[in-house]
């Protein structure tokens, strides 16, 4: 007999129980999900970092990381669900957070309405691959010509980058009697005991920081001291000035790949593009904190991606930037390697020979239809792994994993399709090329895209495209598409870099050569757009080949025999240190440069927005090849022309007597006192003007031919901003700007 009443109990307990699963085992939205939280949302697990990267450090320990520092897009109340799910919030602008997640968190925060969409990302590299007097563009490299009325004086320089000599007297006045660093804070310290800051400490005042003496970093890296001194540094009685060298100073010490090494693995991924937007809104605050305005330069980056991992972060960019806040990037260093192609439709194939000193190397395709990836093999014979993008497609999560096993040598072949997060009619894929030993090394490989219907376009993540006479028609690249992000974003001045100094001569007399051309031409290792959504990049040039400027003295004493150290030009010694100054490369370089030169510009006018730097670019800038149409995605809309740029603020460009090149003359005022010298004797007389902004004149002399210098009284002219326009010989033609 059965228990019909008992069974119908028994019955509905189990039903209530199956409705339940559902709830307690949805899924989790990963397309809310950038890769990097939907990874560590799917396994809890995160990637273990290399043993290589933690045992050098006695706190490498590894811990699982238990939290992840994000951007989130929030709604209604979103706020307030990320602190239910026990989320610190960093910082908000807008719909835009910046927080730090409970890793555990991620899947549950990904089904609330509120939650719009989550973004984290890793992986900066610097951009380091001479700065020359180029008069009309960039006056202050040498130190030279400088208009005295304009050098960065109430503006805030901030730089985010690794490697900083606190100490270094290029940071100080020119006198050195003025500590020109007014905050730092660096991010990858422990010593974080009372640190209100998400990771590691901030420092304040002269004594904290000559005392602290160098970042973390600091021992093994150089890169900051080195940027830093181009665009702001003193010179220090030396030849090697900065653009802004009166400007006060704010740095951060991020976090880039080969600072792994300092960071506690449980902290692992507390360090992404979301702490980089902490940093700068960091500068940014410390000017908004003293009222003036800010420049902030960052040569570090990383590729751009099809997958959304910066749509967040471009975002929270172009909120913190604005009227009297400027970021300036480097747009990398990739300029001279394939990194894309197309084969469109109509043709049947394309493709190239691949290689990568490693055994994994990144690809990725985009298109709209349906085609075919051949991968071959080449010994003594020849072996072929197609992949069809239907069956990568009929997978679940998209993701199909091919392998060719051979006697001595195996090729694994993953590949994960998912929409483009510009156009989701088209579909990209990511494929992983995992061989034994080096790709490409053990035996040849090859890739070629099949398919004549489909329009498929490459793009290369890291390793080499080459050609080869084993098969000469696959010899598809282009040196295209390869601009760093943040570089990248809309709201960023993007800089690439040209060439003027072929060498230099170190301080043993050796002469090191470096040599990518010359007259501002287009450096070959400058990255160059467009951007992968189809924007114009980069957005101007400056000289980045051969640059010298200031070196750590940490670095020179934790490594006496880097090779990096042959290329001193100079050393000398401060408050008991040993300093130098050295020559490097790359865009790096160049963005300093013009973050600089911005700088001055923010003295001119101390509200320009992004948009009115670009526009004053358009209408200044130097163009080295005339028969191209700017901007383009080689030189943007040219080379900096710091001088003209002025002109153009202040609107001196309008009066006609002014000349927009500047003068070779040096021109200083002092005590009502206006002081002109020349190199060389004069050939013939010099006529000397002087303007107001309005274009009155208030005073003509004349200095005779023959004479070096001249010295002139202006103390019944009222305090003011004055052009001096110098008409003569050619080689001292010109104008400048002083301020009385």
Known sequence: MFDVGGLRFKLIIVLLCLLSIPVLAQRPQYGKMSPLLRQLARTSS????????????????????????????????GEEV???????????????CIADIPVRQLGDLSLDARILRMEARQGNCLSTDQMATHLNALPVYAGENLPQAFTGKGVVVGVMDVGFDLTHPNFYSADTTQYRIRKFWDMVTQDTVGSGLYVGRDYEGRENLLALGHSRDGLDMTHGTYTTGIAAGSGVHSPYRGMAPDADLCLVANAVTDDIVYIDSADYYKYTFATDALGFKYLFDYAKSV????????????????????????????????????????????????????????EVSAGTFISKSGSDMMLTFKSAQDFQLRFVTYSHANDTLLIRTSDVLSQEDSLLTAVLNLDDYQLTVTTEAYPSCYHADEICYDVTVHTTGDVGVVRPLSVEVVGRDADVEFFRVNG????????????????VCCIHSPSSAPCVISVGSTSYRDSIQNMRGEWKKYWLGNGGVWAPFSSVGPTFDGRIKPDVMAPGNNIISSFSSFY????????????????????GRSYAWISSSGTSASCPAVAGAIALWLQAKPDLTPQEIKEVLSLTCRHYDKSLTYPNNKYGYGEIDVYRGLLYILGVDRVEEVSKTHTSARIRYADNQLSVSFEHPLSSSVRLRLYTMNGRLVHTSTVKAGQTSQILSLGSLPAGIYAVQLDGPSSVKGSTLIRK
């Open 46 to 77: 995160p990637i273990t970092p290399h043993p290589s990267h933690i045992s050098h450090h006695p706190s490498s320990i590894f811990h699982r990381p238990s939290s992840v520092c994000a951007f989130v897009k929030v709604g209604d109340d």
């Open 556 to 575: 020179m004493e934790a490594h006496p025999d880097a090779s990096d150290l042959t290329w001193d030009l100079d050393r000398y010694e401060f408050n």
């Open 82 to 96: 990320l602190r239910e799910h026990g989320c610190k919030v960093l910082a908000r602008i807008g719909q835009v």
């Open 291 to 346: 009222g003036k305005p800010c420049v902030a330069s960052f040569s570090e980056g990383s590729v751009q991606d099809f997958r959304g991992y910066d749509q967040l972060y471009y975002e929270m960019l172009d909120s913190l930037v604005g009227p009297g806040r400027i970021l300036v990037a480097a747009a990398g260093n990739n300029g001279a390697v394939k990194s894309w192609f197309r084969k469109p439709a109509g």
């Open 464 to 479: 080499n495209l080459y050609t080869s006479t084993l098969n000469p028609s696959l010899n598809a690249g282009e040196s």
